[in-house]
């Protein structure tokens, strides 16, 4: 008879991954299994992120990035390099590196902290049981007084393009191009289009993105993202609003789509096409309804405000829940998950998760956007600064975009900030420290910012939403 564990957890992409070394560091006997294989064909733990998401894209981005600055951006600096180009496989092979280094690297965690881990999949057979079948296809039964689901998600694949690992890719496929195509379609201008469509158009690519919807980043504050899509336009990133692609034909390495918008049906030919339409829950196989766990009608398992699913003993984390489909959501509930087993107190501040779009410049915000505010008829103050103002940015000449606070207005208590510029994924979590401790406008506006940062323009814009900022442009 196999051991029984006080915790098992199925999938170790960030949350479960997380949930599982913070279970083994409150003393639960835990176990971790993992069905996920690498391109080599071996076991590689981490998840979509490490995989095939927030790291290798961010890896690529940063490649890119250095690239368009060596092309256009050194000029201005008065540095020459004479002519630049990029080795794609290089550039790909440095990727694999450090994604072979980070997924080791919770292997080696792992073993640290004591945690089993299992490389094949999972089944829940019971409500504390798991049948664990291994790359061999050799078969055991797992008992758990508890388990944890972090099965994550995957890419959504539309009819109209059937993703072929050719001409037609998600993601994963976007990470790994051996050269610049020449001209890249990609559907979806949601946060993983435009991190992918960045990564090709700075390599030299023609990018064109087709998005459904006539409005531009809905979920993010409008002022922010009408100044996004007038930096975008300048970048020369082509995305056409309204325009939802309805079938596609492959013809030897091309791909024409075709797509309907305002003016009627069009027709476009790609090199490769990226569809990036969003991604669903991932529990295929994973248990039988007659189990009463239970998922929504997009297939959301459904669980509390602390996890747990209808199954006493069963929770339920990250992708594979409702809720923000990103890594440091799903981290977050996996401690407190472990921790809730291990009969400690433990919550998430579902209000304050901070998101990122790592373009360039980055867009980044964390609570409420102004037309939420105006929805729930909260009345506020608005603060802005644009970095073209901040010294730190005229230097580094990377000047577009603004922060924006928005605070409430009897009691000046910050409700939101929006941020595009350079690091605004991290000139953001400034804001998001704020708010955990309930600050004010005031508050951060009294606070000392450091001389010449781009976290100057947090200062203003915090200073602004009383009408006190200094460095005030156009007045
Ligand atoms: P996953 O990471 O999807 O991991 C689930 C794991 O469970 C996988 O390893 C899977 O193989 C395994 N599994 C599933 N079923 C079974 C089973 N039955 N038995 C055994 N194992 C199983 N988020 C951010 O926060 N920041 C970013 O910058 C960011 N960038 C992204 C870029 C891209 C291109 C993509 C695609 C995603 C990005 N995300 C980002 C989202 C982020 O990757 C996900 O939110 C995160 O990976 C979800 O974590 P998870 O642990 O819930 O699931
Ligand atoms: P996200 O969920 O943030 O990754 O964004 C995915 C985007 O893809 C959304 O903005 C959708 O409107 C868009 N989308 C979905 N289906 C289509 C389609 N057939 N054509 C164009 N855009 C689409």
Redesign the pocket.
């Known amino acids: 008879m196999a051991q029984n564990y006080d915790v098992l957890v199925?999938?170790?992409?960030?949350?479960?991954?997380v949930a599982a070394i913070k279970a083994a560091q409150l003393g639960l006997s835990t176990a971790c299994?993992?069905?996920?294989i690498d391109a080599t064909g071996k076991p590689s733990?981490?998840?979509?992120?490490?995989?095939?998401?927030?790291i290798?894209?961010?890896a690529l981005l940063d490649s890119s990035h250095k690239y368009a600055e060596a092309q256009k951006g050194f000029k201005a600096h008065g540095i020459s390099t004479g002519e630049i180009s990029i080795d794609v496989t290089a550039m790909i092979k440095r990727k694999e590196l450090i994604i072979k280094k980070l997924t080791t690297g919770i292997k080696g965690l792992f073993k640290a902290n004591g945690v089993t881990s299992l490389a094949?999949?999972?089944?829940i057979v019971a409500a504390n049981q798991v049948e664990f079948v291994d790359h061999e296809g050799a078969t055991e039964v797992i008992t758990a007084d508890n388990i944890i689901i972090?099965?994550?998600?995957?890419?959504i694949d539309i009819p109209p393009t059937p993703v072929n690992g050719e001409t037609i890719v998600d993601?994963e496929g976007a990470?790994a191009f051996q050269s610049v195509p020449g001209k890249v379609g990609v559907i979806g201008a949601g946060?993983?289009g435009l991190?992918?469509g960045s990564v090709w158009s700075r390599l030299g690519s023609e990018v064109v993105i087709l998005e459904a919807l006539d409005s531009f980043l809905p979920m993010v504050d409008q002022q922010i993202a009408k100044d996004v899509q007038k930096n975008f336009k300048k970048q020369k990133l082509d995305i056409r609003l309204g325009a939802r692609v309805t079938g596609s034909e492959v013809k030897g390495d091309q791909v024409t789509v075709q797509y309907a918008d305002a003016e009627g049906d069009q027709e476009m030919t790609f090199d490769k096409l990226i569809v990036a339409v969003g991604?669903k829950p991932?529990?295929?196989?994973?248990f039988d309804d007659s189990l009463g766990i239970k998922r929504d009608e997009r297939g959301f398992i459904q669980v509390n405000g602390q996890c747990r699913t209808d199954v006493p003993g069963i929770f339920a984390?990250?992708?594979?829940v409702r809720g923000p489909?990103?890594?440091?959501?799903?981290s977050e509930e996996g401690v407190m998950v472990a921790e809730l087993i291990a009969d400690k107190i433990a919550q998430v501040n579902y209000d304050l998760i901070p998101s990122?779009i790592?373009t360039h410049p980055e867009i980044a915000w964390v609570g409420k956007t102004e037309e939420q505010l105006k929805a729930e008829s909260v009345e506020y103050n608005v603060g802005t600064f644009p970095f073209a103002a901040i010294g730190r940015a005229q230097a580094a000449n990377d000047t577009a975009g603004m922060v924006k606070i928005l605070a409430d207005k009897e009691t000046d208590r910050v409700l939101g900030i929006h941020i595009f510029g350079p690091s605004a994924g991290d000139l953001t979590q400034q804001g998001v420290i704020a708010m955990e401790f309930g600050a004010s406008a005031e508050d951060l506006a009294m606070t000392v910012f450091a001389h010449p940062t781009l976290s100057e323009a947090v200062h203003e814009a915090a200073l602004a939403v009383n009408g006190h900022a200094i460095h005030i442009p156009n007045k």
Not at 120 to 123: D, T
Not at 282 to 286: A, S
């Open positions: 199925i999938g170790a992409g960030p949350a479960g991954y299994i993992d069905k996920w733990l981490g998840g979509t992120c490490l995989n095939v998401g927030c290798p894209s961010k094949g999949s999972g089944r972090a099965t994550g998600s995957v890419p993601n990470l946060v993983i991190e992918l991604r991932y529990t295929d196989n994973l984390i990250g992708d594979v489909m990103l890594a440091h959501k799903g990122v790592y």
